[in-house]
């Protein structure tokens, strides 16, 4: 339940962006992309967490989790240097690597690659959307 919950303010941000009226296409995006953000920072932090919960921290994993979240901060900042198309591709190719690394060396419960994957395709759905929609304008 609280995954499905936690996508729904991305399909909600979408929808908005997407087919509510043009002048509210620009929060629309924002909120896409600044929830988009806040999701990956939260996957990141899941994996350093489980990373600490060790004998012996690998602080190499502790290293490469902090980076989908600084590639997130980076693409949401960067309106100015990007278009909208890179920007959504951007977040969209942030979810699927890190969808593929935590489904593939999870550590953790037995129903965490399950849950990744529902949250990595709430999120991609949305931005899928979102990358069509970019794509048009």
């Known amino acids: 339940v609280f995954g499905i919950v936690s996508i729904v303010p991305l399909f909600v941000a979408a929808g908005v962006y997407c087919y509510g009226p043009p002048h509210w296409a620009g929060p629309g995006l924002l909120g896409l992309l600044g929830y ?4 990956l920072s939260f996957l990141g ?5 489980l990373e600490f919960e060790r004998r012996i921290p690998r602080w190499h994993i502790i290293g490469m989790s902090m980076v989908p979240p600084c590639i997130a901060f980076g693409l949401l900042l ?5 278009d909208v ?5 951007g977040f969209l190719l942030a979810f699927l ?3 593929i690394w935590d489904v593939n060396d999870h550590e ?7 849950f990744r994957t529902l949250l ?3 999120a991609a759905i949305p931005l899928s959307f979102a990358l069509e929609q970019a794509l048009r304008m």
């Open 36 to 39: 988009s953000t806040a999701l």
């Open 45 to 49: 932090g899941i994996r350093c967490g």
């Open 78 to 82: 960067g309106s100015a240097k990007f």
């Open 85 to 89: 198309v890179w920007q959504v591709s």
């Open 97 to 99: 690597l890190q969808w």
């Open 108 to 114: 953790g419960p037995e129903w965490r690659p399950r």
């Open 120 to 122: 990595t395709a709430g």
